[in-house]
């Protein structure tokens, strides 16, 4: 009777959930302080009995308890046990009870952290979150529930997804899950300043390090699903402007949006209600890719299900949950308004304009993953947006953010001028514009453009090291002057590099890369970039759950020889076909080769790729996440936004504050 206690657990969640929202909200009208502080053990309570919930699905996974529908559906006894475990996820109902065990995780997180927070406010934010996870429990229950039981129980099950059974797969869910959930923290945090009518400082610096986790966690896991997508589908693509990517790509975007507005809030005391506007359309996103992946509305390697009655019932809960944030925004939005005016020229300028822009590119890319299905839906027939339209409108619309990455840290708050600005920026200009024009003459216009670009970041960060290291240490040597600036200066300083790497990468692959299909047969060769590859010979493997065909490739260049071995899998359960593709990687350049299907009569198909600066793609992307994790780590963050004994006392006030507006 395990598994029913584990579906006991998740029907007793869903009541914590229930008393999360309704007590301390009855406490907050009744002016109870008793009732108000149990919302921390109640949200306490909530993530344990998740977490019970869900090492017992691992535990039927691990024992191969093929009875429950959901196990007999992603497991069999040949997978290898690290896969049974991520097969917890590897589907729609395990994946779901995934998200809301990291929500509750998060409302623990938020309880043990906000201790220094006012107590109606904590209450208040773990009660909206008590009610997301209510709408996600109710979801899971009533449509999606992972403890069914199937009689007769079955002797075998069907086997996990060939394409999930890979170890980026295992750590790519719950990182991306991680990211998406996190931002409900902001998105409550938004929610209940616009009931109480106030947008501080002091708010800011506390909303500011969990937008930061969230969104390192969400790069990481777009950057585990890139990696994954590069060496294992084996077109060797790293990212297609699939729906379900762009799914993850909007929060993202508008994630980054927020994060810097909170730098103007923090600051400044300005951009109130563009900051409270970005937090809650962070987390609305984060629900569209929620329910475009569930919903049976996209096809993609990356979907879960295609139950569109599931996808109702997630769609309802978006408009009440975004619809609902979303009205109480228009309607209170007037009292938080900020009062403070900067000049055009400004650091505030940049940063709105910044964030605009970012806004804009998102807003792009939902139009281009949404008008086909509206299209659809309406009958009005079948059209497919891809990369050619997001090419087109995303890359006009990110240069000019590229631009002012590197020129705002330079501009003063409130009113800059240009005749003022650091010589060594105008220095740096100048070489990136000669570099960018070198660059674009003798290779591609785009590579010189986006490499121009990215080194006027780089020269541009270097100097506010310079500034900020190397000046102060006077006489003393310069590395005693690294302590001095502040984590978020490090992680400004780290993640626009990373940018700036990432940059380079995207603009060398798109503008040089070399790809060609072939049909070989053992002892042929062929030449391709300066490379010469011979396909020596192949062999037959036998694994745990599948058998494969394992070519043997020999690479030489003038530089280097090397060996490559791609295989062409079979997994027997379901009879899929699978590619893994082989790849020396390099700091300047990847070759690539995947081994695909044989024909009698034309050999094995082939597809060799040399692809220059790949590795600078990585390298930025896991740069941009240090970065996020340094500023996150911030110990100003961690101040008290109020002292410890005005905090129970300000309840009661805030109360008649909020019931009076």
Same mark, same amino acid.
């Not at 060797?236 to 762009?246: P, R």
């Given at each position: 009777?395990?598994?029913?206690?584990?579906?006991?657990?998740?029907?007793?969640?869903?009541?914590?959930?229930?008393?999360?929202?309704?007590?301390?909200?009855?406490?907050?009208?009744?002016?109870?302080?008793?009732? %108000?502080? +149990? =919302? &921390?053990? /109640? @949200?306490?309570?909530?993530?344990?009995?998740?977490?019970?919930?869900?090492? $017992? *699905?691992?535990?039927?996974?691990?024992?191969?308890?093929?009875?429950?529908?959901?196990?007999?559906?992603?497991?069999?006894?040949?997978?290898?046990?690290?896969?049974?475990?991520?097969?917890?996820?590897?589907?729609?109902?395990?994946?779901?009870?995934?998200?809301?065990?990291?929500?509750?995780?998060?409302?623990?997180?938020?309880?043990?952290?906000?201790?220094?927070?006012?107590? %109606?406010? +904590? =209450? &208040?934010? /773990? @009660?909206?979150?008590?009610?997301?996870?209510?709408?996600?429990?109710?979801? $899971? *229950?009533?449509?999606?529930?992972?403890?069914?039981?199937?009689?007769?129980?079955?002797?075998?099950?069907?086997?996990?997804?060939?394409?999930?059974?890979?170890?980026?797969?295992?750590?790519?869910?719950?990182?991306?899950?991680?990211?998406?959930?996190?931002?409900?923290?902001?998105?409550?945090?938004?929610?209940?300043?616009?009931?109480?009518?106030?947008?501080?400082r002091s708010w800011a610096r506390q909303v500011r390090p969990w937008t930061l986790t969230a969104w390192t966690f969400l790069t990481l896991g777009i950057f585990m699903g890139s990696f994954w997508a590069y060496?294992?589908?084996?077109?060797?693509?790293?990212?297609?402007?699939?729906?379900?990517?762009?799914?993850s790509f909007m929060p993202w975007l508008v994630g980054t949006a927020l994060l810097h507005s909170l730098i103007v809030n923090e600051k400044r005391d300005s951009f109130k209600s563009w900051t409270v506007l970005?937090?809650?359309?962070?987390?609305?996103?984060?629900?569209?890719?929620?329910?475009?992946?569930?919903?049976?509305?996209?096809?993609?390697?990356?979907?879960?299900?295609?139950?569109?009655?599931?996808?109702?019932?997630?769609?309802?809960?978006?408009?009440?949950?975004?619809?609902?944030?979303?009205?109480?925004?228009?309607?209170?939005?007037?009292?938080?308004?900020?009062?403070?005016?900067?000049?055009?020229?400004?650091?505030?300028?940049?940063?709105?304009?910044?964030?605009?822009?970012?806004?804009?590119?998102?807003?792009?890319?939902?139009?281009?993953?949404?008008?086909?299905?509206?299209?659809?839906?309406?009958?009005?027939?079948?059209?497919?947006?891809?990369?050619?339209?997001?090419?087109?409108?995303?890359?006009?619309?990110?240069?000019?953010?590229?631009?002012?990455?590197?020129?705002?840290?330079?501009?003063?708050?409130?009113?800059?001028?240009?005749?003022?600005?650091?010589?060594?920026?105008?220095?740096?200009?100048?070489?990136?514009?000669?570099?960018?024009?070198?660059?674009?003459?003798?290779?591609?216009?785009?590579?010189?453009?986006?490499?121009?670009?990215?080194?006027?970041?780089?020269?541009?960060?270097?100097?506010?090291?310079?500034?900020?290291?190397?000046?102060?240490?006077?006489?003393?040597?310069?590395?005693?002057?690294?302590?001095?600036?502040?984590?978020?200066?490090?992680?400004?300083?780290?993640?626009?590099?990373?940018?700036?790497?990432?940059?380079?990468?995207?603009?060398?692959?798109?503008?040089?890369?070399?790809?060609?299909?072939?049909?070989?047969?053992?002892?042929?060769?062929?030449?391709?970039?300066?490379?010469?590859?011979?396909?020596?010979s192949l062999e037959k493997i036998d694994g745990p759950n599948y058998i494969a065909a394992r070519g043997y490739f020999v690479i030489n260049n003038a530089q280097s020889s090397f060996e490559l071995k791609p295989?062409?899998?079979?997994?027997?359960?379901?009879?899929?076909?699978?590619?893994?593709?082989?790849?020396?990687?390099?700091?300047?350049?990847?070759?690539?080769?995947?081994?695909?299907?044989?024909?009698?009569?034309?050999?094995?198909?082939?597809?060799?790729?040399?692809?220059?600066?790949?590795?600078?793609?990585?390298?930025?992307?896991?740069?941009?996440?240090?970065?996020?994790?340094?500023?996150?780590?911030?110990?100003?963050?961690?101040?008290?936004?109020?002292?410890?004994?005005?905090?129970?006392?300000?309840?009661?006030?805030?109360?008649?504050?909020?019931?009076?507006?």
């Open positions: 009777m395990i598994m029913e206690l584990g579906h006991f657990a998740l029907i007793l969640a869903l009541v914590f959930s229930v008393l999360q929202i309704l007590v301390p909200w009855q406490g907050i009208t009744r002016q109870q302080i008793a009732w %108000i502080t +149990l =919302a &921390r053990p /109640l @949200a306490a309570s909530q993530f344990f009995l998740m977490l019970l919930s869900f090492g $017992i *699905l691992i535990a039927g996974f691990v024992a191969d308890d093929f009875s429950v529908s959901y196990i007999a559906a992603h497991s069999n006894t040949r997978l290898p046990l690290f896969y049974k475990i991520a097969a917890s996820w590897g589907g729609h109902e395990g994946s779901l009870l995934l998200w809301v065990l990291i929500l509750a995780g998060w409302g623990v997180a938020v309880a043990w952290r906000g201790r220094e927070l006012p107590e %109606i406010f +904590l =209450a &208040r934010v /773990l @009660a909206l979150m008590g009610a997301i996870s209510l709408g996600f429990l109710s979801f $899971i *229950l009533f449509t999606s529930n992972p403890f069914t039981r199937v009689f007769p129980s079955l002797a075998e099950g069907r086997d996990l997804n060939p394409l999930l059974q890979d170890p980026g797969m295992i750590v790519h869910p719950p990182l991306l899950y991680m990211g998406y959930v996190g931002f409900s923290v902001a998105f409550a945090f938004a929610v209940v300043a616009l009931i109480e009518g106030k947008v501080e060496y294992e589908l084996g077109w060797g693509g790293w990212w297609f402007w699939d729906a379900v990517e762009d799914a970005l937090a809650i359309l962070a987390f609305s996103l984060s629900l569209l890719g929620t329910f475009l992946v569930r919903s049976g509305v996209l096809t993609s390697v990356h979907a879960f299900a295609s139950d569109p009655s599931r996808g109702l019932f997630i769609l309802v809960f978006l408009a009440i949950v975004s619809g609902g944030a979303l009205s109480l925004y228009a309607w209170r939005a007037p009292a938080i308004r900020s009062n403070t005016v900067f000049a055009p020229v400004s650091k505030e300028t940049a940063l709105l304009l910044n964030n605009v822009l970012l806004l804009v590119v998102a807003a792009t890319v939902l139009l281009g993953t949404l008008y086909p299905l509206f299209l659809e839906a309406l009958q009005l027939g079948r059209i497919s947006v891809g990369p050619p339209y997001f090419e087109a409108t995303f890359v006009p619309l990110f240069l000019p953010v590229l631009f002012l990455m590197a020129l705002a840290p330079y501009l003063a708050w409130k009113q800059a001028r240009l005749k003022t600005l650091d010589r060594f920026l105008l220095m740096a200009l100048l070489l990136a514009l000669l570099a960018a024009t070198w660059l674009a003459y003798h290779y591609s216009f785009m590579f010189g453009l986006g490499t121009g670009l990215a080194i006027w970041i780089l020269l541009a960060t270097a100097g506010q090291l310079w500034k900020r290291v190397y000046q102060p240490a006077g006489d003393a040597a310069w590395w005693q002057s690294l302590r001095s600036p502040s984590l978020s200066f490090w992680g400004m300083v780290i993640a626009h590099a990373g940018v700036a790497l990432f940059t380079i990468g995207v603009s060398a692959v798109k503008s040089l890369e070399t790809s060609e299909d072939y049909h070989l047969r053992p002892g042929e060769h062929i030449v391709l970039a300066g490379y010469d590859i011979t396909f020596k295989e062409r899998r079979i997994y027997t359960a379901q009879n899929m076909p699978m590619t893994e593709a082989a790849i020396d990687r390099g700091w300047l350049r990847d070759v690539y080769v995947s081994l695909g299907e044989a024909s009698k009569d034309q050999g094995w198909m082939v597809r060799v790729q040399v692809k220059p600066f790949m590795s600078w793609i990585w390298t930025g992307c896991l740069a941009i996440a240090l970065g996020g994790l340094l500023a996150a780590l911030e110990r100003r963050h961690r101040r008290s936004t109020a002292p410890a004994s005005q905090q129970v006392p300000a309840t009661t006030q805030a109360l008649q504050t909020a019931e009076a507006a």
